[in-house]
């Protein structure tokens, strides 16, 4: 296994998911990739290229995508699969793993969250701070739990929705595929039509 961690995106997210890489203190090396060519370091850690660079990395580090939008994570870490690249999972020491937890690669679980037993995340999720997800969940691929969020128990939460900062879901509610869940809104009914929803409870915006 390579002991040096290349991360793409050198911005906010990306500073977040080194932060979690350091403190793990798996890597004797970690560096990054960024497009903003005027970024010359982050967090103390080199950026020593742009996102096309990393095929000349794949076999020396492991490559994780260190960028916020669910889309653009999604395109980089398939096209990562694609070429073979080895994609770690990033837990933070201070968060809560659950018994018969699987987690995805390229997933980051951040500072302060917790994932109760029998829960499935997939792969290239943001797990964030403070967040909680409750027993026997299924999280899709490519969702984005935002810091303090809460799901409670038998939630399935569908491919590359985003649910904002403080949001709450009830228990046994379906979330279908690319959704937008606003701060503070709450999920009491299942979602059916992806769109963008907002309120306590949570109701579809029209535009």
């Known amino acids: 296994m390579n002991n040096k961690l290349l991360i793409i995106g050198a911005s906010g997210h990306g500073k977040v998911v080194a932060d979690i890489a350091i403190k793990m203190n798996k890597w004797h090396s970690i560096a990054f990739l960024d497009d903003d060519k005027s970024i010359k370091s982050s967090m103390d850690l080199e ?3 742009t996102s096309d660079d990393v095929f000349t990395h794949l076999d020396e580090y492991e490559i994780f995508v260190g960028i916020g939008s669910n889309t653009t994570r999604q395109k980089i870490h398939e096209m990562l699969e694609t070429f073979e690249a080895s994609i770690p999972v990033l837990i933070h020491p201070n968060a809560v793993i659950g018994s018969q937890v699987d987690i995805g690669i390229g997933t980051a679980v951040m500072a302060g969250a917790i994932i109760n037993c029998c829960t ?43 649910l904002g900062i403080g949001s709450v879901v ?7 595929n690319g959704c937008k869940v606003g701060a503070g809104s709450v999920v009491v009914k299942d979602i059916s039509e992806p769109g963008v929803y907002v309120g306590a409870p949570a109701k579809k915006l029209d535009y």
Not at 144 to 155: D, E, F, N, Q, Y
């Open 170 to 176: 009830s228990n046994n509610i379906n979330i279908t």
């Open 120 to 162: 499935i995340i997939g792969k290239g999720c943001i797990v964030n701070t403070g967040s909680t997800i409750d027993h026997d969940n299924f999280i899709e691929d490519f969702v984005h739990i935002s810091p303090g969020s809460h799901l409670a128990g038998t939630v399935k939460v569908g491919k590359g929705t985003w």
């Open 47 to 49: 950026v020593i290229g």
